[in-house]
């Protein structure tokens, strides 16, 4: 069983929509987490993150984590064609010696105009 | 502002060939990785190193030899390519971690094709 598992899409949806994307992970010591956005053909580049459990919330995104149920959440409100891209979770210790970052698989998602 | 370079973008071998991946990053980070991406498969670590001189193994090294000789470069060999090893290579480097940890930033990519 994988560390982070995340469903791999793809998702599509129609411009205006909210997306909802979705980790789980196994290892309970996990404090800090991720959300990396990739467009096509390039690298992830860090989209919004969280320490410890609740939810952030920055513009149209809004990131959710559930330590309790080992679940974390991106929601996308009013999608644009512009956030078509894979979306991967990413998770740390958070210690200061913790450097290693274990990723879900990405879900492609696509925004139709 | 450079960030995390990575050279070539595109690369075809032939099994068997060598060849090393260039990664140079320009924000005095300690810690710097190399990942692989496969469809459905995610980002997996090759292997990754905190600081000079020091580098350890990831969850796929094999086939895969790195070396950090300085802060800012840390090189992927492939040593006799085999098509298994197709796939596209990220380099990323991040901070030091503190409480919370820090943002990884990463490469634009290589595009590996063994044939």
């Known amino acids: 069983q994988k560390e982070v598992e995340q469903d791999p899409g793809p998702l599509s949806v129609p411009e205006g929509a909210i997306v909802s994307l979705n980790c789980t992970y196994s290892?309970?010591?996990?404090?800090?987490f991720m959300w990396y956005r990739q467009y096509s053909r390039k690298g992830p580049e860090l989209l919004m993150y969280t320490y410890s459990s609740g939810n952030k919330e920055d513009g149209r995104f809004t990131a959710q984590v559930d330590k309790s149920s080992k679940y974390i959440s991106l929601f996308i409100r009013d999608s644009q064609p512009s956030d078509s891209a894979t979306y991967l979770c990413?998770?740390?210790?958070?210690?200061?010696?913790?450097?290693?970052?274990?990723f879900g698989a990405g879900t492609t998602v696509t925004v139709r105009a | 502002n450079a960030g995390v370079t990575q050279t070539p973008k595109f690369q075809v071998l032939k099994t068997g060939q060598s060849m090393t991946l260039q990664c140079a990053q320009d924000?005095?980070?300690?810690?710097m990785s190399w990942y692989r991406q496969d469809p459905g498969m995610g980002l997996r670590l090759i292997h990754y190193?905190?600081?000079?001189?020091?580098?350890d193994q990831g969850e796929v090294p094999n086939g895969y030899n790195v070396s950090r000789s300085t802060t800012e470069d840390f090189p992927l060999r492939l040593l006799s390519a085999a098509p298994s090893q197709t796939s596209v290579y990220f380099c990323?480097?991040?901070?030091?971690?503190?409480?919370?940890?820090?943002?990884?930033?990463f490469g634009q990519g290589t595009r590996l094709t063994v044939v």
């Open positions: 190193s905190v600081g000079a001189g020091i580098t």
């Open positions: 924000m005095n980070h300690e810690y």
């Open positions: 990323a480097s991040r901070g030091k971690p503190g409480r919370g940890g820090t943002e990884a930033f």
């Open positions: 290892n309970s010591a996990f404090q800090y």
């Open positions: 990413a998770m740390s210790l958070g210690t200061p010696n913790d450097y290693k970052l274990s």
